[in-house]
């Protein structure tokens, strides 16, 4: 028979639980759905019908009904071996008679025939009762301590019953709230759940009922409800399969409401204690995202290298994972534990993934290129700055002065001087090295790295940039001539002085060409938006840069004093503007094309705002800072409206 012999036939109830039915009737089929494992039972009704051969047979047998009057007379044969109904033989036929004799129940009788085993056909009956009806007695019953005196099995039973009746209530209340979305509703479900729990604590099943309840208050946002009820059922039944479950849940509830540190124990101890199941991968791969986020390094590398051992069944998992903790490293601030690891996944997993493979040459060729220089970096440049801050004037400019209190240089002293520091060669080989290995590695499989290809074209990008940067600095550090003097009073010298200044101009041309054409590289052909931008302020710089050298190339000694210093001065000034004016003015257009840029991409960062800052410093009359524009308010308008707080969030 089915489990518990349920579903009969005979249907007999197992004086335990799940002894319902559910019938279903058409015009020529009957279905019985037992509650236990939920059996099912197709009789088919006709009155010419008939059975199939003997060799047929089935789990339930087979039954055809017929109608006599108002009862339901049911013949079943052919029954499976392994089914040996109380010892009957292949030869088992049952009789069944299904009468409604009331509006809440069915009388039910049946006849047992096999003359192989019973020495005659026997008959037993009993009264099927309409489940709301029979609950209602139940009830009664329940509360009559007088009447169960001494009935300590009928009161066991009607305990079963009147659990089985507040399960069935729950379960209609929960499809409710499902149906129905109804915070409330599922909160009420996790209360009636704690109550059946409470009826009986020691009752079997009271593991799912518990877990039942933390689902119920956690579809009904009532997290700290869901959470508790998880708690005890991980406590009181730690070898249930519903625990495993609970485990999980535990922290996916703490996750919402921020308990970060709790939430990840308990993904961790799940995706430990259950490794088998589907969603420890996402569990483990969770709790090291919440140990990275609060700050818990030590264990988010555990946690880490436990996923890789553990979930990594293909090689790409396992090189993200390890590739993450990149970041880890990167924020202790230890560079040269950043290149040791990135070495480390270079070496390992080069083939896993072309894009974190871009990212790792490319974050090698950045520490290096940091480290090379042993002074603290201007704007990315290994260089020593002195300026003075433009201010914006009105009025006349101030007159050269004369004899000989004559100035240093011909430039305002807001123009920048610049020295620079050259970098430590063999670091720069490495850093070099290492973003000719990204941009190898990406223009190999044409800009298609596969996974996060903005971020390998950005540091395909950076690599690009990286590359001109040699270039710019080496256009910085050509040092303005000394000892030039342009004064024709002196034929020969003046000659030589011309002839070095334009060598000069000529060599620190085509150097600042070489340059230039990289960095406009990254605008018109590479086009990352960052790296284009970087691109262009360095345009702007290589300007700027050519045009402060001469604005604060110092005047010799020589020249400055002296009986003719007025009119030595003034040549030597007015040679160097000559070239510096133009310079300059290209500078201002290069850092307005700079902003255009940055505008027409819709990308402003630290680059834009070089940009912006260099042209007030540049033409400060022209280009304001905002704090010279916008003055602070003198004036405050009174408060005339408070908007009332907020005590009740939307749902």
Not at 203 to 224: V, W
Not at 526 to 555: C, H, M, W, Y
């Amino acid at each position: 028979m089915s489990f518990g012999s349920n579903a009969g036939p005979p249907m007999l109830p197992n004086y335990f639980y799940n002894n319902n039915y559910q019938i279903v009737q058409t015009k020529d089929h009957v279905m019985i759905m037992t509650e236990m494992v939920h059996d099912v039972r197709v009789i088919r009704i006709g009155n010419n019908l008939q059975h199939p051969p003997k060799s047929v047979r089935l789990w339930f047998g087979d039954s055809i009904g017929r109608w006599e009057g108002d009862t339901l007379v049911v013949e079943t044969t052919n029954f499976h071996p392994l089914q040996e109904y109380r010892g009957a033989s292949e030869n088992l036929k049952v009789i069944e008679r299904l009468t409604r004799n009331g509006p809440d129940t069915i009388n039910y009788r049946f006849t047992v025939e096999d003359p192989t085993t019973f020495t005659a056909p026997w008959t037993a009956e009993l009264q099927f009762q309409r489940f709301d009806e029979m609950i209602k007695w139940v009830d009664i019953l329940v509360e009559d301590k007088k009447f169960l005196e001494g009935k300590d099995e009928l009161a066991e039973r009607l305990d079963i019953l009147k659990n089985q009746s507040l399960r069935k209530q729950v379960e209609i209340l929960e499809q409710t709230a499902k149906d129905t979305n109804d915070y409330a509703k599922f909160v009420e479900c996790g209360e009636m759940y704690i109550n059946i729990f409470n009826r009986n604590p020691d009752a079997p099943g009271n593991d799912e009922i518990l877990y039942n309840a933390g689902t119920c208050f956690e579809q009904g946002k009532s997290i700290g409800a869901a959470i508790q009820m998880f708690e005890s059922l991980s406590k009181l039944y730690p070898k249930s399969t519903h625990t495993s479950k609970a485990i999980a849940r535990l922290g996916q509830n703490y996750a919402r409401i921020a308990w970060y540190k709790e939430s990840s124990e308990k993904l961790e101890e799940y995706a430990k204690k259950y490794a088998g199941e589907k969603d420890a991968y996402d569990a483990m791969n969770d709790a090291v995202f919440y140990r990275k986020g609060i700050g818990d390094d030590d264990k988010a590398i555990e946690n880490t290298n436990y996923f890789i051992k553990k979930f990594s069944k293909k090689a790409d998992d396992a090189a993200n994972a390890f590739f993450s903790l990149t970041s880890i490293y990167e924020k202790r601030g230890k560079d040269d534990t950043v290149v040791a690891h990135l070495r480390a996944y270079i070496k390992k997993y080069a083939k896993q993934g072309t894009d974190r493979l871009v990212v790792a040459y490319a974050k090698i060729g950045e520490i290096l290129w940091e480290q090379s220089c042993k002074a603290k970096t201007v704007n990315g440049s290994c260089v020593k700055i002195t300026r003075e801050r433009a201010i914006r004037q009105t009025g006349k400019k101030k007159r050269r002065k004369k004899g000989n209190d004559q100035p240093t240089q011909c430039g305002p002293e807001a123009k920048i001087k610049l020295t620079v520091v050259a970098r430590d060669e063999k670091l720069v080989k490495e850093a070099m090295k290492a973003f000719q290995s990204a941009i190898k590695a990406y223009e190999g499989k044409g800009g298609k790295t596969g996974g996060d290809e903005k971020t390998a074209k950005y540091y395909y990008a950076r690599a690009k940039f990286m590359q001109a940067e040699v270039d710019f600095e080496q256009f910085l550090s050509f040092k303005f001539p000394a000892n030039l003097d342009f004064n024709k009073a002196n034929a020969s010298k003046a000659k030589k002085s011309l002839k070095r200044f334009e060598e000069w101009i000529t060599n620190k041309s085509k150097s600042g060409e070489t340059a230039r054409k990289k960095y406009e590289a990254l605008i018109f052909d590479v086009k990352d938006p960052r790296n284009a931008i970087a691109g262009a302020a360095r345009i702007g710089q290589i300007q700027q840069n050519f045009s402060d050298a001469l604005f604060t190339a110092e005047i010799p000694n020589d020249v400055r004093t002296g009986q003719f210093a007025d009119e030595a001065v003034e040549v030597y000034c007015d040679t160097l503007m000559e070239k510096a004016e133009p310079l300059e003015a290209k500078s201002l257009e290069a850092f307005g094309a700079c902003l255009k840029v940055s505008t027409d991409l819709g990308w402003f960062s630290e680059w834009s705002k070089l940009c912006e800052k260099e042209l007030g410093q540049i033409r400060p009359e022209e280009f304001p800072t905002a704090a010279e524009v916008r003055a602070e308010p003198d004036k405050v308008a009174p408060v005339t409206a408070v908007e009332p707080a907020i005590t009740v969030l939307p749902k």
